[in-house]
Protein backbone atom coordinates (compact mmCIF):
# COMPACT_ATOMS: atom_id res chain seq x y z
CA UNK A 1 0.00 0.00 0.00
CA UNK A 2 1.45 3.37 -0.83
CA UNK A 3 -0.52 5.16 2.09
CA UNK A 4 1.45 7.88 2.45
CA UNK A 5 1.23 9.10 -0.97
CA UNK A 6 -2.30 8.83 -1.26
CA UNK A 7 -2.49 11.22 2.20
CA UNK A 8 0.19 14.04 0.36
CA UNK A 9 -1.90 13.88 -2.67
CA UNK A 10 -5.66 14.04 -0.69
CA UNK A 11 -3.70 16.75 1.53
CA UNK A 12 -2.18 18.80 -1.47
CA UNK A 13 -5.90 18.77 -2.88
CA UNK A 14 -6.89 20.01 -0.02
CA UNK A 15 -4.97 22.80 -0.22
CA UNK A 16 -5.77 23.66 -3.22
CA UNK A 17 -9.15 24.20 -2.30
CA UNK A 18 -7.85 26.27 0.62
CA UNK A 19 -5.95 28.57 -1.37
CA UNK A 20 -9.01 28.55 -3.56
CA UNK A 21 -11.26 30.04 -1.18
CA UNK A 22 -14.55 30.18 -2.63
CA UNK A 23 -17.06 31.96 -0.96
CA UNK A 24 -18.76 30.23 1.61
CA UNK A 25 -21.33 32.74 2.66
CA UNK A 26 -22.59 33.22 -1.16
CA UNK A 27 -22.46 28.76 -1.17
CA UNK A 28 -24.41 28.82 2.49
CA UNK A 29 -27.02 31.67 1.60
CA UNK A 30 -28.06 29.05 -1.69
CA UNK A 31 -28.00 26.03 -0.09
CA UNK A 32 -30.18 27.57 3.00
CA UNK A 33 -32.34 28.90 0.29
CA UNK A 34 -32.87 25.44 -1.28
CA UNK A 35 -33.55 24.23 1.95
CA UNK A 36 -36.28 26.60 3.01
CA UNK A 37 -37.96 26.06 -0.39
CA UNK A 38 -38.15 22.25 0.21
CA UNK A 39 -39.58 22.56 3.87
CA UNK A 40 -41.94 25.10 2.35
CA UNK A 41 -42.96 22.63 -0.21
CA UNK A 42 -43.49 19.79 2.19
CA UNK A 43 -45.60 22.23 4.69
CA UNK A 44 -47.56 22.69 1.97
CA UNK A 45 -48.09 19.24 1.06
CA UNK A 46 -48.91 17.98 4.07
CA UNK A 47 -51.27 21.05 4.51
CA UNK A 48 -53.27 20.77 7.74
CA UNK A 49 -52.39 16.66 8.27
CA UNK A 50 -49.53 15.38 10.79
CA UNK A 51 -49.16 12.50 8.67
CA UNK A 52 -48.84 11.07 5.42
CA UNK A 53 -49.18 7.53 4.05
CA UNK A 54 -46.23 6.05 2.35
CA UNK A 55 -44.41 2.74 1.04
CA UNK A 56 -42.58 3.36 4.37
CA UNK A 57 -45.48 3.65 7.23
CA UNK A 58 -46.69 6.87 7.86
CA UNK A 59 -44.23 9.81 7.54
CA UNK A 60 -44.74 12.95 9.81
CA UNK A 61 -43.62 16.41 8.52
CA UNK A 62 -41.14 16.89 10.59
CA UNK A 63 -39.23 13.49 9.47
CA UNK A 64 -39.81 14.78 5.92
CA UNK A 65 -37.61 18.12 7.05
CA UNK A 66 -35.16 16.06 8.66
CA UNK A 67 -35.09 14.37 5.27
CA UNK A 68 -34.84 16.81 3.15
CA UNK A 69 -31.93 18.58 5.61
CA UNK A 70 -30.43 15.41 5.48
CA UNK A 71 -30.21 14.98 1.60
CA UNK A 72 -28.34 18.48 0.81
CA UNK A 73 -25.71 17.24 3.81
CA UNK A 74 -25.09 14.56 1.19
CA UNK A 75 -25.45 16.55 -1.58
CA UNK A 76 -22.72 19.13 -0.58
CA UNK A 77 -20.01 16.27 -0.86
CA UNK A 78 -21.51 13.65 -3.43
CA UNK A 79 -20.86 15.93 -6.30
CA UNK A 80 -17.92 15.87 -7.61
CA UNK A 81 -16.14 17.18 -11.07
CA UNK A 82 -14.86 13.44 -11.99
CA UNK A 83 -16.85 13.41 -15.27
CA UNK A 84 -15.62 16.95 -16.17
CA UNK A 85 -11.85 16.24 -15.34
CA UNK A 86 -11.52 13.13 -17.08
CA UNK A 87 -12.98 14.05 -20.27
CA UNK A 88 -11.18 17.51 -19.92
CA UNK A 89 -8.00 15.38 -19.32
CA UNK A 90 -8.74 13.01 -22.50
CA UNK A 91 -9.22 15.61 -24.85
CA UNK A 92 -6.28 18.12 -24.27
CA UNK A 93 -4.20 14.88 -23.95
CA UNK A 94 -3.21 16.08 -20.58
CA UNK A 95 -3.67 12.92 -19.30
CA UNK A 96 -0.31 11.77 -20.70
CA UNK A 97 1.15 14.02 -18.05
CA UNK A 98 -0.74 11.57 -15.17
CA UNK A 99 0.12 8.51 -17.60
CA UNK A 100 3.95 8.91 -17.20
CA UNK A 101 3.60 8.58 -13.54
CA UNK A 102 3.90 5.27 -11.21
CA UNK A 103 0.36 5.76 -10.35
CA UNK A 104 -2.98 4.78 -11.12
CA UNK A 105 -5.23 7.30 -13.42
CA UNK A 106 -7.69 6.70 -10.83
CA UNK A 107 -5.68 7.14 -7.81
CA UNK A 108 -4.76 10.10 -8.66
CA UNK A 109 -8.44 10.69 -9.35
CA UNK A 110 -9.83 9.43 -6.36
CA UNK A 111 -7.38 11.41 -4.26
CA UNK A 112 -8.12 14.71 -6.04
CA UNK A 113 -11.87 14.56 -4.95
CA UNK A 114 -11.28 13.29 -1.50
CA UNK A 115 -9.47 16.35 -1.01
CA UNK A 116 -11.78 18.57 -2.28
CA UNK A 117 -14.95 16.74 -0.18
CA UNK A 118 -13.11 17.32 2.83
CA UNK A 119 -12.89 20.46 2.03
CA UNK A 120 -16.38 20.92 1.46
CA UNK A 121 -16.85 19.20 5.02
CA UNK A 122 -15.33 21.68 6.86
CA UNK A 123 -16.34 24.86 4.81
CA UNK A 124 -19.83 23.86 3.70
CA UNK A 125 -21.43 20.83 5.22
CA UNK A 126 -20.41 21.98 8.79
CA UNK A 127 -21.86 25.61 8.83
CA UNK A 128 -25.01 23.91 7.12
CA UNK A 129 -25.61 22.03 9.55
CA UNK A 130 -25.00 24.38 12.59
CA UNK A 131 -27.48 26.48 10.59
CA UNK A 132 -29.96 24.16 9.97
CA UNK A 133 -29.63 22.56 13.61
CA UNK A 134 -30.66 26.17 14.63
CA UNK A 135 -33.54 26.73 11.84
CA UNK A 136 -34.81 23.44 11.50
CA UNK A 137 -35.67 20.54 14.44
CA UNK A 138 -33.80 18.04 12.91
CA UNK A 139 -34.49 14.40 14.04
CA UNK A 140 -31.20 12.54 16.01
CA UNK A 141 -30.97 8.98 15.17
CA UNK A 142 -30.33 5.96 17.52
CA UNK A 143 -26.44 5.52 18.36
CA UNK A 144 -26.63 2.09 15.77
CA UNK A 145 -28.29 4.27 13.42
CA UNK A 146 -26.14 7.30 13.58
CA UNK A 147 -23.07 4.62 13.17
CA UNK A 148 -24.79 2.95 10.25
CA UNK A 149 -25.47 5.85 8.32
CA UNK A 150 -22.15 7.07 8.85
CA UNK A 151 -20.84 4.06 7.27
CA UNK A 152 -23.34 4.08 4.65
CA UNK A 153 -22.65 7.39 3.37
CA UNK A 154 -18.88 6.89 2.99
CA UNK A 155 -20.07 4.21 0.83
CA UNK A 156 -22.27 6.29 -0.85
CA UNK A 157 -19.28 8.12 -1.62
CA UNK A 158 -17.07 5.71 -3.11
CA UNK A 159 -19.89 4.32 -5.23
CA UNK A 160 -20.65 8.06 -6.37
CA UNK A 161 -17.09 8.43 -7.22
CA UNK A 162 -16.80 5.00 -9.00
CA UNK A 163 -19.87 5.97 -11.08
CA UNK A 164 -18.77 9.29 -12.22
CA UNK A 165 -14.97 8.28 -13.08
CA UNK A 166 -17.05 5.30 -14.84
CA UNK A 167 -18.58 7.95 -16.78
CA UNK A 168 -15.88 9.82 -17.01
CA UNK A 169 -13.96 7.25 -19.21
CA UNK A 170 -16.69 6.80 -21.59
CA UNK A 171 -14.65 10.41 -22.78
CA UNK A 172 -12.25 7.75 -24.52
CA UNK A 173 -14.86 7.00 -27.23
CA UNK A 174 -16.79 10.04 -27.23
CA UNK A 175 -16.47 13.83 -26.25
CA UNK A 176 -20.00 13.85 -25.75
CA UNK A 177 -19.52 13.60 -22.15
CA UNK A 178 -21.47 16.85 -21.17
CA UNK A 179 -24.86 15.36 -22.92
CA UNK A 180 -24.22 12.03 -20.86
CA UNK A 181 -23.74 14.15 -17.21
CA UNK A 182 -27.39 15.69 -17.96
CA UNK A 183 -28.92 12.25 -18.34
CA UNK A 184 -27.07 10.84 -15.33
CA UNK A 185 -28.11 13.97 -13.25
CA UNK A 186 -31.30 13.20 -14.09
CA UNK A 187 -31.55 10.16 -13.28
CA UNK A 188 -29.96 10.76 -9.85
CA UNK A 189 -32.95 13.66 -9.13
CA UNK A 190 -35.50 11.05 -10.16
CA UNK A 191 -33.99 7.47 -8.06
CA UNK A 192 -31.86 8.53 -5.97
CA UNK A 193 -34.36 10.25 -3.71
CA UNK A 194 -32.79 13.09 -3.34
CA UNK A 195 -35.47 15.51 -3.42
CA UNK A 196 -38.41 12.80 -2.89
CA UNK A 197 -38.19 9.90 -0.80
CA UNK A 198 -38.54 6.50 -2.77
CA UNK A 199 -41.19 5.88 -0.17
CA UNK A 200 -43.57 8.27 -2.07
CA UNK A 201 -43.00 6.44 -5.28
CA UNK A 202 -45.38 4.58 -7.33
CA UNK A 203 -44.78 0.45 -7.20
CA UNK A 204 -42.82 1.03 -10.59
CA UNK A 205 -40.74 3.85 -10.15
CA UNK A 206 -39.63 1.66 -6.63
CA UNK A 207 -38.97 -1.64 -8.86
CA UNK A 208 -37.03 0.91 -11.37
CA UNK A 209 -34.61 1.90 -8.46
CA UNK A 210 -33.28 -0.81 -7.40
CA UNK A 211 -31.62 -1.47 -11.30
CA UNK A 212 -29.91 1.77 -10.15
CA UNK A 213 -27.26 2.46 -7.63
CA UNK A 214 -28.23 5.70 -7.04
CA UNK A 215 -30.66 4.83 -3.73
CA UNK A 216 -27.62 3.75 -2.21
CA UNK A 217 -26.48 6.90 -2.05
CA UNK A 218 -29.34 8.81 -0.97
CA UNK A 219 -32.00 7.31 -0.16
CA UNK A 220 -31.21 4.28 2.00
CA UNK A 221 -28.28 6.24 4.16
CA UNK A 222 -31.70 8.69 5.05
CA UNK A 223 -34.04 6.31 5.67
CA UNK A 224 -31.44 4.33 8.08
CA UNK A 225 -30.49 7.72 9.69
CA UNK A 226 -34.64 8.34 10.47
CA UNK A 227 -34.79 5.20 11.79
CA UNK A 228 -36.90 3.92 9.11
CA UNK A 229 -34.66 0.93 8.60
CA UNK A 230 -33.41 -0.68 11.46
CA UNK A 231 -32.26 -4.38 12.70
CA UNK A 232 -28.74 -5.85 11.92
CA UNK A 233 -30.07 -7.83 8.70
CA UNK A 234 -31.51 -5.10 7.18
CA UNK A 235 -28.34 -2.69 7.97
CA UNK A 236 -26.13 -5.53 6.53
CA UNK A 237 -28.54 -5.99 3.40
CA UNK A 238 -27.57 -2.64 2.44
CA UNK A 239 -23.75 -2.52 3.13
CA UNK A 240 -23.72 -5.80 1.12
CA UNK A 241 -25.55 -3.79 -1.91
CA UNK A 242 -23.28 -0.95 -1.44
CA UNK A 243 -20.54 -3.73 -2.23
CA UNK A 244 -22.18 -5.78 -4.70
CA UNK A 245 -22.56 -2.47 -6.48
CA UNK A 246 -18.54 -1.09 -5.51
CA UNK A 247 -16.87 -4.27 -6.76
CA UNK A 248 -19.08 -4.39 -10.31
CA UNK A 249 -18.25 -0.97 -10.61
CA UNK A 250 -14.46 -1.95 -10.24
CA UNK A 251 -14.87 -4.65 -13.04
CA UNK A 252 -16.40 -2.22 -15.16
CA UNK A 253 -13.68 0.20 -15.22
CA UNK A 254 -11.01 -2.62 -15.34
CA UNK A 255 -12.39 -3.62 -18.64
CA UNK A 256 -13.27 -0.14 -19.89
CA UNK A 257 -9.74 1.10 -18.76
CA UNK A 258 -7.92 -2.14 -20.60
CA UNK A 259 -9.90 -0.62 -23.87
CA UNK A 260 -9.54 2.66 -23.49
CA UNK A 261 -5.56 3.23 -22.88
CA UNK A 262 -5.20 1.12 -26.28
CA UNK A 263 -7.25 3.33 -28.13
CA UNK A 264 -6.28 6.73 -26.42
CA UNK A 265 -4.24 8.90 -28.94
CA UNK A 266 -2.84 11.57 -26.86
CA UNK A 267 -2.85 14.91 -28.80
CA UNK A 268 -0.31 17.04 -29.13
CA UNK A 269 3.52 17.60 -29.31
CA UNK B 1 21.38 -6.30 -23.93
CA UNK B 2 20.70 -3.13 -25.09
CA UNK B 3 18.52 -0.88 -22.94
CA UNK B 4 15.94 0.08 -25.45
CA UNK B 5 14.91 -2.13 -28.22
CA UNK B 6 12.71 -1.10 -31.17
CA UNK B 7 11.70 -3.52 -33.81
CA UNK B 8 9.45 -2.27 -37.01
CA UNK B 9 7.80 -0.04 -34.71
CA UNK B 10 4.22 1.16 -36.61
CA UNK B 11 2.11 3.70 -35.14
CA UNK B 12 -1.30 4.37 -37.26
CA UNK B 13 -3.44 7.34 -36.17
CA UNK B 14 -7.30 6.95 -37.97
CA UNK B 15 -8.46 10.27 -38.92
CA UNK B 16 -12.12 11.31 -39.99
CA UNK B 17 -12.58 12.86 -42.85
CA UNK B 18 -14.07 16.22 -42.85
CA UNK B 19 -16.31 16.91 -45.54
CA UNK B 20 -17.47 20.16 -46.85
CA UNK B 21 -21.16 21.02 -48.15
CA UNK B 22 -24.45 19.97 -46.59
CA UNK B 23 -25.01 16.66 -47.82
CA UNK B 24 -21.72 14.98 -47.04
CA UNK B 25 -21.66 16.45 -44.13
CA UNK B 26 -25.48 14.79 -43.22
CA UNK B 27 -23.95 11.78 -44.80
CA UNK B 28 -20.86 11.51 -42.58
CA UNK B 29 -23.17 11.66 -39.36
CA UNK B 30 -24.55 8.43 -39.94
CA UNK B 31 -21.43 7.06 -41.68
CA UNK B 32 -17.90 7.83 -40.81
CA UNK B 33 -15.29 8.01 -43.22
CA UNK B 34 -11.56 7.40 -41.38
CA UNK B 35 -8.12 7.80 -43.37
CA UNK B 36 -5.04 6.25 -42.35
CA UNK B 37 -1.87 8.32 -41.29
CA UNK B 38 0.76 6.57 -40.59
CA UNK B 39 2.89 8.55 -38.09
CA UNK B 40 5.37 6.07 -37.88
CA UNK B 41 6.47 3.58 -40.48
CA UNK B 42 8.85 0.47 -39.42
CA UNK B 43 11.31 2.15 -37.14
CA UNK B 44 13.98 -0.19 -35.84
CA UNK B 45 17.15 0.46 -33.20
CA UNK B 46 18.57 -0.16 -29.88
CA UNK B 47 20.10 1.97 -27.37
CA UNK B 48 22.69 0.95 -24.67
CA UNK B 49 22.92 2.29 -21.72
CA UNK B 50 24.61 6.10 -20.95
CA UNK B 51 24.08 6.85 -24.96
CA UNK B 52 22.80 10.51 -25.33
CA UNK B 53 20.32 10.15 -28.49
CA UNK B 54 19.22 13.10 -30.65
CA UNK B 55 15.86 12.40 -32.33
CA UNK B 56 15.10 14.84 -34.69
CA UNK B 57 13.44 15.73 -37.92
CA UNK B 58 10.77 18.22 -39.70
CA UNK B 59 7.97 18.95 -38.21
CA UNK B 60 5.31 16.06 -37.94
CA UNK B 61 8.03 13.36 -39.00
CA UNK B 62 6.81 11.04 -36.19
CA UNK B 63 9.03 12.03 -33.07
CA UNK B 64 6.93 12.85 -30.36
CA UNK B 65 4.72 9.44 -31.61
CA UNK B 66 7.63 7.49 -30.91
CA UNK B 67 8.76 8.95 -27.64
CA UNK B 68 4.79 8.28 -26.67
CA UNK B 69 5.45 4.96 -27.44
CA UNK B 70 8.95 4.57 -25.89
CA UNK B 71 7.33 6.20 -22.30
CA UNK B 72 4.38 3.26 -22.52
CA UNK B 73 1.26 6.10 -22.96
CA UNK B 74 0.76 5.14 -26.37
CA UNK B 75 -0.13 1.46 -27.63
CA UNK B 76 2.06 0.36 -30.92
CA UNK B 77 -0.42 -0.19 -34.18
CA UNK B 78 2.81 -3.40 -34.89
CA UNK B 79 5.94 -3.87 -33.75
CA UNK B 80 7.97 -3.77 -30.47
CA UNK B 81 8.70 -1.59 -27.93
CA UNK B 82 11.28 -3.13 -24.78
CA UNK B 83 12.74 -0.52 -22.39
CA UNK B 84 14.36 -2.60 -19.53
CA UNK B 85 13.35 -5.80 -20.73
CA UNK B 86 9.72 -4.47 -20.46
CA UNK B 87 7.22 -3.81 -22.78
CA UNK B 88 5.85 0.02 -21.59
CA UNK B 89 2.25 0.13 -22.41
CA UNK B 90 2.01 -3.28 -20.63
CA UNK B 91 3.99 -2.61 -17.87
CA UNK B 92 3.29 1.29 -18.09
CA UNK B 93 3.38 1.60 -13.96
CA UNK B 94 6.40 -0.50 -13.75
CA UNK B 95 7.90 1.56 -16.55
CA UNK B 96 7.34 4.59 -15.08
CA UNK B 97 9.05 4.09 -11.62
CA UNK B 98 12.66 3.80 -13.75
CA UNK B 99 12.25 6.91 -16.56
CA UNK B 100 11.83 9.83 -16.53
CA UNK B 101 10.15 12.42 -19.32
CA UNK B 102 9.77 16.26 -20.13
CA UNK B 103 7.53 17.32 -22.89
CA UNK B 104 8.23 20.63 -23.37
CA UNK B 105 4.92 21.70 -24.55
CA UNK B 106 2.85 20.05 -21.16
CA UNK B 107 4.14 19.92 -17.35
CA UNK B 108 3.66 17.08 -15.19
CA UNK B 109 3.69 19.05 -12.45
CA UNK B 110 0.48 20.11 -10.17
CA UNK B 111 -0.98 22.96 -11.76
CA UNK B 112 -2.25 24.68 -8.63
CA UNK B 113 0.10 23.85 -6.52
CA UNK B 114 3.84 25.68 -5.43
CA UNK B 115 6.73 24.03 -7.15
CA UNK B 116 8.57 22.40 -3.71
CA UNK B 117 5.27 21.18 -3.00
CA UNK B 118 4.98 20.04 -6.23
CA UNK B 119 8.63 18.43 -6.28
CA UNK B 120 7.77 17.07 -2.62
CA UNK B 121 4.90 14.88 -4.28
CA UNK B 122 7.15 13.25 -6.59
CA UNK B 123 9.44 12.18 -3.62
CA UNK B 124 6.04 10.15 -2.51
CA UNK B 125 5.24 9.05 -5.92
CA UNK B 126 8.74 7.36 -6.57
CA UNK B 127 9.40 6.27 -3.26
CA UNK B 128 12.72 8.38 -3.23
CA UNK B 129 14.31 7.90 0.25
CA UNK B 130 14.71 10.83 2.43
CA UNK B 131 18.32 11.44 2.38
CA UNK B 132 18.65 10.59 -1.50
CA UNK B 133 16.12 13.32 -1.97
CA UNK B 134 17.59 15.87 0.44
CA UNK B 135 21.09 15.10 -1.79
CA UNK B 136 19.32 15.20 -5.35
CA UNK B 137 17.21 18.38 -4.24
CA UNK B 138 20.19 20.50 -3.50
CA UNK B 139 22.62 19.37 -6.06
CA UNK B 140 19.67 20.16 -8.89
CA UNK B 141 19.06 23.47 -6.93
CA UNK B 142 22.35 24.85 -7.55
CA UNK B 143 22.58 23.80 -11.32
CA UNK B 144 18.80 24.65 -12.06
CA UNK B 145 18.84 27.78 -9.59
CA UNK B 146 15.18 26.98 -8.25
CA UNK B 147 15.38 28.85 -5.22
CA UNK B 148 13.83 32.16 -7.11
CA UNK B 149 10.55 30.73 -7.79
CA UNK B 150 10.15 27.54 -5.83
CA UNK B 151 7.13 28.96 -3.56
CA UNK B 152 5.60 30.43 -6.53
CA UNK B 153 2.29 27.79 -7.91
CA UNK B 154 3.38 25.61 -11.33
CA UNK B 155 0.32 28.13 -13.56
CA UNK B 156 2.46 31.42 -12.88
CA UNK B 157 5.75 30.17 -14.15
CA UNK B 158 7.60 31.51 -16.75
CA UNK B 159 7.89 28.78 -19.63
CA UNK B 160 11.78 28.73 -18.75
CA UNK B 161 11.32 28.37 -15.02
CA UNK B 162 8.81 25.84 -15.65
CA UNK B 163 10.66 23.62 -17.70
CA UNK B 164 13.85 23.85 -15.09
CA UNK B 165 11.15 22.46 -12.68
CA UNK B 166 9.73 19.82 -14.87
CA UNK B 167 13.25 18.77 -15.74
CA UNK B 168 14.18 18.44 -12.08
CA UNK B 169 10.56 16.43 -11.04
CA UNK B 170 11.80 14.11 -14.16
CA UNK B 171 15.15 13.52 -12.72
CA UNK B 172 14.63 13.32 -8.61
CA UNK B 173 14.52 9.76 -8.36
CA UNK B 174 17.39 8.93 -10.73
CA UNK B 175 15.72 7.04 -13.38
CA UNK B 176 17.58 5.32 -15.90
CA UNK B 177 16.62 6.96 -18.91
CA UNK B 178 15.14 10.14 -19.35
CA UNK B 179 12.84 11.31 -22.55
CA UNK B 180 13.03 14.78 -23.49
CA UNK B 181 10.77 15.43 -25.91
CA UNK B 182 11.91 19.39 -27.07
CA UNK B 183 13.18 20.86 -23.83
CA UNK B 184 14.44 23.51 -25.07
CA UNK B 185 11.62 25.01 -26.76
CA UNK B 186 11.06 28.87 -26.28
CA UNK B 187 14.04 29.23 -24.15
CA UNK B 188 16.61 31.94 -23.71
CA UNK B 189 20.27 31.32 -24.50
CA UNK B 190 21.31 31.52 -20.65
CA UNK B 191 18.67 28.59 -20.06
CA UNK B 192 19.35 26.93 -23.00
CA UNK B 193 22.79 26.68 -21.84
CA UNK B 194 22.05 25.71 -18.35
CA UNK B 195 19.40 23.09 -18.97
CA UNK B 196 22.07 21.74 -21.95
CA UNK B 197 24.52 21.75 -18.91
CA UNK B 198 22.48 19.93 -16.70
CA UNK B 199 21.95 17.07 -18.91
CA UNK B 200 25.55 16.80 -19.77
CA UNK B 201 26.03 16.30 -15.98
CA UNK B 202 23.45 13.87 -15.57
CA UNK B 203 24.46 11.85 -18.08
CA UNK B 204 27.97 12.11 -17.14
CA UNK B 205 27.46 11.26 -13.57
CA UNK B 206 24.92 8.90 -13.17
CA UNK B 207 24.98 7.62 -16.43
CA UNK B 208 21.29 8.06 -16.96
CA UNK B 209 20.49 7.32 -21.00
CA UNK B 210 19.20 10.46 -22.39
CA UNK B 211 16.84 10.88 -25.40
CA UNK B 212 16.03 13.88 -26.71
CA UNK B 213 14.00 15.59 -29.33
CA UNK B 214 14.68 19.26 -30.88
CA UNK B 215 14.77 21.10 -33.37
CA UNK B 216 18.20 23.30 -31.78
CA UNK B 217 21.12 21.97 -33.89
CA UNK B 218 23.18 23.65 -30.66
CA UNK B 219 21.60 21.26 -28.27
CA UNK B 220 22.57 18.41 -30.29
CA UNK B 221 26.18 19.61 -31.50
CA UNK B 222 26.10 20.24 -27.54
CA UNK B 223 24.85 16.98 -26.33
CA UNK B 224 24.57 14.05 -28.32
CA UNK B 225 27.13 11.40 -29.85
CA UNK B 226 24.42 10.13 -32.58
CA UNK B 227 21.48 11.25 -34.11
CA UNK B 228 18.63 9.59 -35.53
CA UNK B 229 17.03 11.24 -38.48
CA UNK B 230 12.90 10.52 -39.15
CA UNK B 231 10.66 11.75 -41.80
CA UNK B 232 7.66 10.82 -42.59
CA UNK B 233 7.80 8.27 -39.82
CA UNK B 234 10.67 6.61 -41.34
CA UNK B 235 13.93 6.38 -40.20
CA UNK B 236 16.47 8.27 -42.45
CA UNK B 237 19.43 8.49 -40.40
CA UNK B 238 20.87 6.92 -37.72
CA UNK B 239 24.68 7.26 -37.14
CA UNK B 240 27.47 9.44 -34.78
CA UNK B 241 27.22 13.24 -35.28
CA UNK B 242 30.81 13.11 -37.16
CA UNK B 243 29.72 10.86 -40.03
CA UNK B 244 26.86 13.06 -40.87
CA UNK B 245 28.76 16.12 -40.78
CA UNK B 246 30.95 13.83 -43.18
CA UNK B 247 28.29 12.66 -45.15
CA UNK B 248 26.25 15.87 -45.63
CA UNK B 249 28.34 19.18 -44.39
CA UNK B 250 30.92 18.98 -47.61
CA UNK B 251 30.37 22.78 -48.16
CA UNK B 252 32.48 25.15 -47.09
CA UNK B 253 31.82 28.88 -47.28
CA UNK B 254 34.53 31.66 -47.37
CA UNK B 255 34.19 34.99 -47.13
CA UNK B 256 36.73 37.53 -48.63
CA UNK B 257 37.11 41.10 -48.73
CA UNK B 258 39.32 42.77 -51.37
CA UNK B 259 40.13 45.91 -52.23
CA UNK B 260 37.95 46.39 -55.89
CA UNK B 261 34.62 45.07 -56.25
CA UNK B 262 34.91 41.62 -57.21
CA UNK B 263 33.51 40.13 -60.47
CA UNK B 264 32.09 36.88 -61.57
CA UNK B 265 34.51 34.59 -62.99
CA UNK B 266 33.54 31.74 -64.91
CA UNK B 267 36.75 29.87 -64.65
CA UNK B 268 36.14 30.09 -61.06
CA UNK B 269 32.64 28.47 -61.76
CA UNK B 270 34.33 25.76 -63.58
CA UNK B 271 36.54 24.82 -60.80
CA UNK B 272 33.14 23.70 -58.51
CA UNK B 273 32.50 27.12 -57.07
CA UNK B 274 29.34 29.08 -56.03
CA UNK B 275 28.68 32.55 -55.82
CA UNK B 276 27.00 33.96 -52.71
CA UNK B 277 25.84 37.37 -51.19
CA UNK B 278 28.41 40.31 -52.52
CA UNK B 279 27.61 43.05 -51.15
CA UNK B 280 30.34 45.91 -51.85
CA UNK B 281 33.77 44.60 -51.53
CA UNK B 282 32.56 41.06 -49.79
CA UNK B 283 32.19 38.39 -51.47
CA UNK B 284 30.78 34.77 -50.67
CA UNK B 285 32.08 31.57 -52.18
CA UNK B 286 30.63 28.43 -51.37
CA UNK B 287 32.15 25.04 -52.72
CA UNK B 288 32.55 21.52 -52.14
CA UNK B 289 35.50 21.22 -49.61
CA UNK B 290 35.80 17.37 -50.92
CA UNK B 291 36.51 18.13 -54.70
CA UNK B 292 38.25 21.71 -53.86
CA UNK B 293 40.83 23.18 -51.48
CA UNK B 294 40.49 26.51 -49.71
CA UNK B 295 43.88 27.11 -50.28
CA UNK B 296 43.72 26.68 -54.19
CA UNK B 297 40.65 29.52 -54.29
CA UNK B 298 42.36 31.74 -52.61
CA UNK B 299 46.18 31.39 -54.13
CA UNK B 300 43.30 32.35 -57.70
CA UNK B 301 41.95 35.39 -55.97
CA UNK B 302 45.32 36.92 -54.74
CA UNK B 303 46.59 36.72 -57.94
CA UNK B 304 44.36 38.89 -59.48
CA UNK B 305 43.11 40.54 -56.03
CA UNK B 306 45.00 42.74 -53.41
CA UNK B 307 42.85 40.45 -50.20
CA UNK B 308 42.12 42.39 -46.86
CA UNK B 309 40.64 39.73 -45.16
CA UNK B 310 39.31 36.43 -45.47
CA UNK B 311 37.74 33.55 -43.70
CA UNK B 312 36.52 30.38 -43.93
CA UNK B 313 33.75 28.73 -42.22
CA UNK B 314 32.58 25.05 -41.90
CA UNK B 315 28.99 24.29 -42.61
CA UNK B 316 27.18 25.25 -38.85
CA UNK B 317 24.88 21.37 -38.15
CA UNK B 318 22.06 23.62 -38.99
CA UNK B 319 23.11 24.09 -42.53
CA UNK B 320 23.86 20.34 -42.71
CA UNK B 321 20.34 19.49 -41.15
CA UNK B 322 18.85 21.41 -43.52
CA UNK B 323 20.55 19.90 -46.62
CA UNK B 324 19.55 16.47 -45.20
CA UNK B 325 15.68 17.31 -44.77
CA UNK B 326 16.09 18.79 -48.63
CA UNK B 327 17.62 15.73 -49.67
CA UNK B 328 14.99 13.61 -47.94
CA UNK B 329 12.29 15.58 -49.31
CA UNK B 330 13.25 15.06 -53.32
CA UNK B 331 13.95 11.05 -52.57
CA UNK B 332 11.38 10.39 -50.26
CA UNK B 333 7.87 11.09 -50.74
CA UNK B 334 7.19 14.18 -53.03
CA UNK B 335 6.04 17.57 -50.98
CA UNK B 336 2.90 17.90 -52.23
CA UNK B 337 1.59 14.82 -50.96
CA UNK B 338 2.53 15.55 -47.69
CA UNK B 339 -0.57 15.54 -45.30
CA UNK B 340 0.56 18.64 -43.75
CA UNK B 341 0.24 20.26 -46.82
CA UNK B 342 -3.28 19.62 -47.11
CA UNK B 343 -4.47 20.53 -43.84
N1 LIG C 1 -3.76 12.02 -32.27
C1 LIG C 1 -3.47 12.10 -33.57
N2 LIG C 1 -4.42 11.87 -34.49
C2 LIG C 1 -4.13 11.94 -35.80
N3 LIG C 1 -2.92 12.21 -36.29
C3 LIG C 1 -1.92 12.45 -35.43
C4 LIG C 1 -2.13 12.40 -34.01
N4 LIG C 1 -0.97 12.68 -33.39
C5 LIG C 1 -0.07 12.88 -34.36
N5 LIG C 1 -0.62 12.74 -35.58
C6 LIG C 1 0.08 12.89 -36.87
O1 LIG C 1 1.23 12.07 -36.86
C7 LIG C 1 2.33 12.74 -37.44
C8 LIG C 1 3.52 12.75 -36.49
O2 LIG C 1 3.26 13.58 -35.40
P1 LIG C 1 4.32 13.85 -34.24
O3 LIG C 1 3.63 14.64 -33.18
O4 LIG C 1 4.94 12.57 -33.84
O5 LIG C 1 5.38 14.74 -35.00
P2 LIG C 1 6.75 15.36 -34.46
O6 LIG C 1 7.85 14.72 -35.18
O7 LIG C 1 6.78 15.32 -32.97
O8 LIG C 1 6.63 16.85 -34.97
P3 LIG C 1 7.03 18.25 -34.26
O9 LIG C 1 8.45 18.48 -34.57
O10 LIG C 1 6.18 19.23 -35.00
O11 LIG C 1 6.72 18.14 -32.82
C9 LIG C 1 1.83 14.12 -37.84
O12 LIG C 1 1.56 14.11 -39.22
C10 LIG C 1 0.57 14.30 -37.05
O13 LIG C 1 -0.35 15.09 -37.77
MG1 LIG D 1 6.73 16.74 -31.42
Known sequence: MRLALYREMTLNSLRTSLAFRSEVILFLFGQLLR????????RALFA?????????GMITLSEMITYSVVSTAISVFATNDVIFRVSRKVSSGEIAMDLIKPMSFRSVLFCQTLGVNVYRILFELLPLMMVSLILFGVHLPTLANGLAFLGLVVGGLILNFLITYAIGLIAFWYILVWQVNTVLDGLIRLLSGAFIPIWFFSDTLVKLSYFFPFRLIYYEPIAVFLGKTTGWANLLG???????????????????????????????? | MALIEVEYLRKEFKRQKRKDGFWPLMKSLVHREYEIKTAVENISFTIDRGEVVGYIGPNGAGKSTTIKMMVGILVPTSGIVRVNGLVPYENRIENARRIGAVFGQKSQLWWD??????????????????????????????????????????????LGQRMRADLCAALLHDPDIVYLDEPTIGLDVVVKERIRQFIREINRERGTTVILTTHDMADIEKLCSRVMVVDHGKLMYDGNLETLKNDFGNMEKMEVDTDEPFAMSEELRRMGVAFGLTEENR????????????????????ERYSVRDFIVKETEIEQIIRDLYIHLQQQGTPVSAREEALI
Open chain 2, 283 to 302: TQLTYDKNSINSTVIIKWIM
Open chain 1, 35 to 42: LFVQVYIW
Open chain 1, 48 to 56: NSTELSSQS
Open chain 2, 113 to 158: TPVIESLRLTKYMYDIPNDRYERNMKLFNDVLDLDEFKKVAVRSLS
Open chain 1, 238 to 269: LFAQQLAWIVGLLLLQRWMWGRAVRRLVVQGG
